[in-house]
């Protein structure tokens, strides 16, 4: 006995009794009544809460935020020097390298322990973009190789501040 299929290309069987006893497209109802709607997901949901963002931010504390070369002011007694560092920003820490390939850290700041970040005044002719952060034990001055670097890692270092003291409000500072 030969078998056939609706894939078959040979004749179709006498007999579709598979098909009978499916409904028909027509009988296929997709409304439901007006009262039996159920609400959209999307309107039922409460908007991200700024808690939520923000543990985005902070969720991966290895994660790269920012990272390039700035220039560090260095000053050991009456000496002023500016050295150029290769500084990533984590949301856990900074950190100051001697160059790109990070192999050893000169110096990490944990965020914990950073206060703020601010722009400041030009520190020289040639250091017109400057910042400083503001951490427990000193206060690091910074300067960046243009306008929109500096604009970048002062928004970074903000954006990771703020999400640490919305998470945890007995952050906030009085400095």
């Known amino acids: 006995m030969t078998s056939y299929s609706e894939f078959s290309d040979g004749p179709a069987p006498a007999r579709n009794t598979h098909l009978r006893s499916m409904p028909s497209i027509h009988s296929l109802s997709v409304s439901a009544p007006e009262d039996k709607l159920a609400p959209r997901p999307s309107a039922s949901l409460p908007r991200e809460s700024a808690k939520q963002t923000d543990l985005g931010i902070l969720r991966d504390p290895e994660r790269v935020i920012c990272q390039g070369y700035l220039q560090g002011l260095r000053i050991q007694g009456t000496v002023r020097q500016w050295k150029r560092l290769w500084v ?43 910042m400083q952060i503001i951490a427990e034990e000193k206060t690091y001055r910074l300067c960046a190789p ?29 400095v």
Request: include cysteine; proline fraction near 6%.
């Open 88 to 130: 990533v920003l984590r949301p856990k820490s900074l950190a100051f390298y001697k160059d790109e390939a990070e192999y050893a850290a000169i110096k990490i700041i944990p965020m914990s322990q950073v206060f703020d970040a601010a722009e400041v005044d030009p520190l020289s002719r040639s250091k017109t973009f400057c």
């Open 146 to 174: 243009d306008e929109e670097s500096l604009a970048r890692w002062l928004g970074s270092l903000k954006s990771i501040l703020a999400a640490r003291r919305r998470l945890d409000p007995g952050l906030a500072t009085s």
